[in-house]
């Protein structure tokens, strides 16, 4: 699948929005120069005390010039804002939308790179558009006007206003970037930092303390924050530096322009009334190319968002949905032919063909690596299979959109997120409209009667969070109670014994295989006693499955007894 031009095709598609917007700032710059020449002639024409029916044509142009824009301005503004808004929410939708396939299958960015790239990164693509590519094109339009009326009027203030603008325009802000870019590039160094600190904190945070791991990470954290303050400082020195030569060049240029249009007065070549036009209209272009610098450096920033944008848009999606899918599949038997399967350079599924059927209780065992989880996403078409067959019933699985795919295919991983809200709004997650009863009831399947029974609130109280926290046999248990509430054909579960002592994991298994009598149950597991549960057991490993020997008594009807 070819790599998704986020940016591109989101500006595409707003360009008549752009294109006023930069009509709209051509007539900004066009304004703001014509006002600058126009006053400054009426200002001077007007010292002389000429008949004021002869400033009715230059007074009239004044107001023309400022009414326009103004005019331009609010347009530019509208336009500018409406087009970085639309074209923000489109990347983040369609970044929102590749991540989603992404994340399942262990792809792209995880935890608060995540959100970073989600909020952050896409924020930057509306400051590229209102702060960078809007204040770019005018101030250009405007230097190059002015350059054009300067040179009619005095060839040599023209020339003056050229190397000014070359200078300002250009000059400085390459200066700008130069020193500017080892701040940046630590900047961002420090950006990825603080994302992997804040990381595990979250994730490891009670083990960081235990292991009395909170000494480096703070000496860790202070590294970090003072590697900020240098950048920051670097980059605010090196403003500063740009700033003040933008004022020193601004201040040559605005002099030569004064020497070279009175010398022109003097030898006859210029009116009087044109003496303050160049050096106004010097003012006026260097005034606004003088904020290209700091944009030039901010860029910087702007383009490792970008680049981070593109680089998710050119990871390979793991799911390539049809064009369209005829009818929902309704067969609950799902199929795998010689399925074939590679990550990176390593075969983890070789020729691996099974079939499940309604009343199937399936352990899969394997070595961690073996490829168990890679083959539980191809089931519930997280990953697309890149050889042999997958199908529900006789409908392949290429023909139907991975959401149809889930509909009757339902997957736990052996690290169910819990949400900050209580117990019943982390189970209706999955079922929005379940009674309290199946609540109870999912609950208890899942092994999880004891603890309802000891919240104070039952399935009110709150839960997650660091201090409302489940263990991590409970948390694997409160992931498959709601797999269960969703009633899908195909049940697996990755690791839901994982933690638990023998009792605690044969009841579970016990309520599961009753729970599920009516569906196929498939289930990951590294506990040799899951295996008295199965009817059928199978091991991968070198990318082969192979059976393993079922203990006697211990089918399904066996079970249920």
Same mark, same amino acid.
């Given at each position: 699948?070819?790599?998704?031009?986020?940016?591109?095709?989101?500006?595409?598609?707003?360009?008549?929005?752009?294109?006023?917007?930069? =009509? $709209? /700032?051509?007539? +900004?710059?066009?304004?703001?120069?014509?006002? #600058?020449?126009? %006053?400054?002639?009426?200002? @001077? *024409? &007007?010292?002389?005390?000429?008949?004021?029916?002869?400033?009715?044509?230059?007074?009239?142009?004044?107001?023309?010039?400022?009414?326009?824009? =103004? $005019? /331009?301005?609010? +347009?530019?503004?509208?336009?500018?804002?409406? #087009?970085?808004? %639309?074209?923000?929410?489109? @990347? *983040? &939708?369609?970044?929102?939308?590749?991540?989603?396939?992404?994340?399942?299958?262990?792809?792209?960015?995880?935890?608060?790179?995540?959100?970073?790239?989600?909020?952050?990164? +896409?924020?930057?693509?509306?400051?590229?558009?209102?702060?960078?590519?809007?204040?770019?094109?005018?101030? &250009?339009?405007?230097?190059?006007?002015?350059?054009?009326?300067?040179?009619?009027?005095?060839?040599?203030?023209?020339?003056?206003?050229?190397?000014?603008?070359?200078?300002?325009?250009?000059?400085?802000?390459?200066?700008?970037?130069?020193?500017?870019?080892?701040?940046?590039?630590?900047?961002?160094?420090?950006?990825?930092?603080?994302?992997?600190?804040?990381?595990?904190?979250?994730?490891?945070?009670?083990?960081?303390?235990?292991?009395?791991?909170?000494?480096?990470?703070?000496?860790?954290?202070?590294?970090?924050?003072?590697?900020?303050?240098?950048?920051?400082?670097?980059?605010?020195?090196?403003?500063?530096?740009?700033?003040?030569?933008?004022?020193?060049?601004?201040?040559?240029?605005?002099?030569?322009?004064?020497?070279?249009?009175?010398?022109?007065?003097?030898?006859?070549?210029?009116?009087?009334?044109?003496?303050?036009?160049?050096?106004?209209?010097?003012?006026?272009?260097?005034?606004?190319?003088?904020?290209?610098?700091?944009?030039?450096?901010?860029?910087?920033?702007?383009?490792?968002?970008?680049?981070?944008?593109?680089?998710?848009?050119?990871?390979?999606?793991?799911?390539?949905?049809?064009?369209?899918?005829?009818?929902?599949?309704?067969?609950?038997?799902?199929?795998?032919?010689?399925?074939?399967?590679?990550?990176?350079?390593?075969?983890?599924?070789?020729?691996?063909?099974?079939?499940?059927?309604?009343?199937?209780?399936?352990?899969?065992?394997?070595?961690?690596?073996?490829?168990?989880?890679?083959?539980?996403?191809?089931?519930?078409?997280?990953?697309?299979?890149?050889?042999?067959?997958?199908?529900?019933?006789?409908?392949?699985?290429?023909?139907?959109?991975?959401?149809?795919?889930?509909?009757?295919?339902?997957?736990?991983?052996?690290?169910?997120?819990?949400?900050?809200?209580?117990?019943?709004?982390?189970?209706?997650?999955?079922?929005?409209?379940?009674?309290?009863?199946?609540?109870?009831?999912?609950?208890?399947?899942?092994?999880?009667?004891?603890?309802?029974?000891?919240?104070?609130?039952?399935?009110?109280?709150?839960?997650?969070?660091?201090?409302?926290?489940?263990?991590?046999?409970?948390?694997?248990?409160?992931?498959?109670?709601?797999?269960?509430?969703?009633?899908?054909?195909?049940?697996?579960?990755?690791?839901?014994?994982?933690?638990?002592?023998?009792?605690?994991?044969?009841?579970?298994?016990?309520?599961?295989?009753?729970?599920?009598?009516?569906?196929?149950?498939?289930?990951?597991?590294?506990?040799?006693?899951?295996?008295?549960?199965?009817?059928?057991?199978?091991?991968?490993?070198?990318?082969?499955?192979?059976?393993?020997?079922?203990?006697?008594?211990?089918?399904?009807?066996?079970?249920?007894?």
């Amino acid at each position: 699948m070819r790599s998704r031009p986020l940016l591109r095709t989101a500006l595409f598609l707003e360009r008549r929005a752009i294109r006023r917007a930069f =009509a $709209a /700032g051509i007539l +900004v710059s066009l304004s703001t120069v014509g006002l #600058a020449g126009t %006053s400054a002639w009426l200002i @001077v *024409r &007007a010292a002389q005390e000429p008949a004021v029916l002869s400033l009715t044509v230059p007074m009239g142009l004044v107001q023309l010039f400022a009414l326009a824009k =103004a $005019a /331009g301005r609010y +347009v530019e503004r509208t336009q500018t804002h409406r #087009a970085a808004l %639309s074209v923000m929410g489109r @990347v *983040r &939708a369609s970044t929102a939308s590749i991540l989603r396939t992404l994340v399942p299958a262990g792809l792209g960015p995880r935890s608060s790179s995540v959100v970073e790239t989600v909020l952050g990164d +896409v924020e930057r693509v509306q400051d590229v558009l209102t702060a960078v590519a809007g204040p770019l094109s005018t101030s &250009a339009v405007a230097g190059a006007a002015s350059i054009v009326v300067s040179g009619v009027m005095v060839p040599w203030s023209g020339f003056v206003l050229l190397a000014g603008v070359l200078i300002v325009g250009v000059g400085l802000p390459l200066l700008a970037a130069s020193m500017g870019n080892s701040s940046e590039v630590a900047l961002e160094k420090v950006r990825h930092g603080l994302n992997a600190i804040f990381d595990n904190a979250a994730q490891a945070g009670s083990e960081v303390l235990l292991l009395g791991g909170t000494p480096t990470m703070m000496e860790t954290l202070r590294t970090l924050e003072e590697q900020q303050d240098r950048s920051n400082r670097r980059r605010t020195f090196v403003m500063g530096a740009v700033s003040a030569l933008n004022t020193v060049v601004a201040g040559a240029c605005v002099l030569g322009a004064v020497l070279v249009t009175t010398n022109a007065y003097r030898e006859g070549h210029v009116a009087q009334a044109l003496l303050a036009v160049p050096a106004l209209l010097s003012v006026t272009a260097l005034e606004l190319l003088s904020g290209i610098a700091p944009l030039v450096v901010s860029f910087r920033r702007d383009q490792g968002a970008l680049a981070r944008l593109q680089a998710i848009g050119e990871i390979l999606s793991p799911v390539v949905e049809p064009a369209f899918t005829l009818t929902p599949p309704t067969s609950r038997v799902l199929r795998a032919k010689q399925l074939q399967h590679t990550l990176g350079t390593e075969t983890v599924i070789a020729d691996v063909s099974i079939e499940f059927r309604p009343g199937d209780v399936v352990v899969l065992e394997g070595p961690s690596g073996a490829g168990k989880t890679t083959l539980a996403r191809i089931f519930a078409k997280f990953v697309d299979h890149q050889d042999g067959e997958m199908a529900l019933g006789t409908m392949s699985y290429r023909s139907l959109f991975s959401s149809c795919v889930r509909d009757s295919v339902g997957y736990v991983d052996d690290d169910p997120h819990i949400f900050l809200t209580t117990l019943a709004g982390n189970l209706r997650i999955a079922n929005p409209h379940a009674s309290d009863e199946e609540l109870t009831t999912a609950l208890e399947a899942a092994g999880l009667g004891p603890l309802l029974s000891m919240l104070p609130e039952g399935l009110s109280n709150m839960i997650g969070g660091a201090t409302q926290g489940l263990s991590g046999g409970e948390q694997r248990r409160l992931g498959v109670a709601r797999q269960l509430l969703c009633m899908k054909n195909i049940v697996i579960l990755d690791e839901p014994t994982e933690g638990l002592d023998e009792p605690t994991a044969n009841a579970l298994m016990a309520s599961l295989v009753e729970y599920c009598r009516d569906r196929a149950l498939i289930v990951i597991s590294h506990h040799e006693s899951d295996r008295s549960f199965a009817t059928r057991a199978l091991r991968l490993e070198g990318g082969l499955l192979s059976e393993l020997e079922v203990p006697a008594g211990s089918s399904r009807e066996d079970q249920l007894v």
